[in-house]
C-alpha cells in the first residue's frame, strides 16, 4: 500500500520550490505548495491552522530570506524568515508529529577551510545571513523531531531567474567580455538534483532525531571557473577574464564546498559531478 502523504512546500515561489513543483506529479503524495503571501509561516497560529486543516504529515522549508547583501540592513525581517520562523514550524512539528525537511546553507562555515566541509566541521558564519540560518538549524535541532533531516546545500541554480547562471548567461549573450570572481570557491548544486534526491529520500527517513545532511554537485571550482564552465557549454562567443574581489562590504566565505559523502552513503545515492549536471542543464534547457 502506498505510503500517502500530505505535504506542504513552504517558500514555492523561489527556485527550488518551482522545482519541485515541477518533478512533484511523478510521486505519490498530495502537495501544498504555497508562498510566502499564500502561508505566513512568520505567525504561528496561521501555519497551525494550516497544518491542521489539510492534515500535513511532512514540511519541506525552502522559505529563506536569502538576500545576503540585504540581510545586512533588512536583520529584523531576514531573522524572522530564517529563524523565528523555523522555530514556529519546529515547535508545530514536536506538537503535531509532523515530519521535517529543511533547506540551509554553506554560509553557516566561515570559508577558512581548504577541503569540503562536511557535516561534523564546526560552523562560524561570517554575516547576518549566515548567522539567521544557523539559528534556524539550532532551533529546529532543540525539539524532539523524529524521520526529520536538515539539507545544507550551495551555490543554488535552476532554470528559474536570479541565479549565477542563469546570470551568466544573460552577461556572456550580451556581452563580448565578462569578469568574474576567482577568489570565492564552492560547489554548485543543480536545483532538479536536490529536489530529485529530496523526494527519492523521503521513504527511506526512519531517524529518531534531526540529522544533518550537506547536498551539492560533486567537486568544487571557483566562480571564474564555473562561469568558463556556463560560456563552454552554452557556445557563446564571449571571452570570460578573472578578477580578485577585495574590500568586501559583506564577507562571505571564501571556500565553502561541501562533502556530500554523508547523504550519498545512506541513501545510496549517485549523484553527478557539476560540470556532467551544468552541461545536462545548459544543453537540456536549450541555452545558447
Known amino acids: 500500500m502506498i505510503d500517502q502523504k500530505n505535504i506542504l512546500i513552504t517558500g514555492s515561489n523561489g527556485q527550488l520550490g518551482k522545482t519541485l513543483k515541477d518533478i512533484s506529479l511523478r510521486y505519490p503524495y498530495r502537495f501544498f505548495f504555497r508562498s510566502k503571501k499564500e ?12 497544518l491542521k486543516k489539510y492534515k500535513i504529515n511532512l514540511i519541506i522549508n525552502c522559505a529563506a530570506y536569502t538576500n545576503v547583501d540585504n540581510s545586512e540592513n ?45 557535516e561534523l566541521d564546526n560552523t562560524n558564519p561570517n554575516n547576518h545571513y549566515g548567522q539567521t540560518k544557523l539559528s534556524g538549524e539550532k532551533k529546529i535541532l532543540s525539539f524532539n ?29 550580451n556581452n563580448k567580455e565578462i569578469y568574474v570572481v576567482k577568489n570565492e570557491i564552492g560547489s554548485p548544486t543543480n536545483s532538479y538534483d536536490l529536489s530529485k534526491t529530496i523526494m527519492e529520500i523521503i521513504p527511506h527517513l526512519t531517524n529518531t532525531k534531526t540529522e544533518i545532511f550537506h547536498f551539492s554537485n560533486l567537486g568544487f571550482c571557483s566562480r571564474f571557473e564555473f562561469a568558463k564552465k ?20 559583506i564577507i562571505r566565505p571564501k571556500f565553502s564546498a561541501l562533502d556530500s559523502s554523508k547523504i550519498i552513503e545512506k541513501f545510496n545515492l549517485k549523484i553527478k559531478t557539476w560540470e556532467n549536471s551544468l552541461r545536462t542543464h545548459i544543453t537540456y534547457n536549450n541555452f545558447s
Open 74 to 118: 533588512d536583520k529584523i525581517i531576514s531573522d524572522n524568515v530564517n529563524n523565528l520562523a523555523v522555530n514556529n514550524i519546529s515547535k508545530l512539528c514536536e506538537e503535531l508529529e509532523i515530519q521535517l525537511i529543511h533547506i540551509s546553507t554553506d554560509y553557516v562555515f566561515d570559508g577558512l577551510k581548504q577541503i569540503p566541509y562536511n
Open 145 to 173: 523531531l523524529k524521520k526529520s533531516i536538515i539539507i545544507r546545500t550551495s551555490w543554488l541554480y535552476s532554470i528559474y531567474d536570479n541565479n549565477f547562471v542563469s546570470k551568466i548567461l544573460f552577461k556572456l549573450k
Open 39 to 50: 502561508l505566513d509561516i512568520t505567525n504561528f497560529f496561521v501555519i497551525k491552522s494550516f
Open 230 to 249: 556556463i560560456n563552454e557549454f552554452s557556445a557563446f562567443d564571449c571571452i570570460v577574464k578573472e578578477r580578485i574581489k577585495n574590500h568586501e562590504k
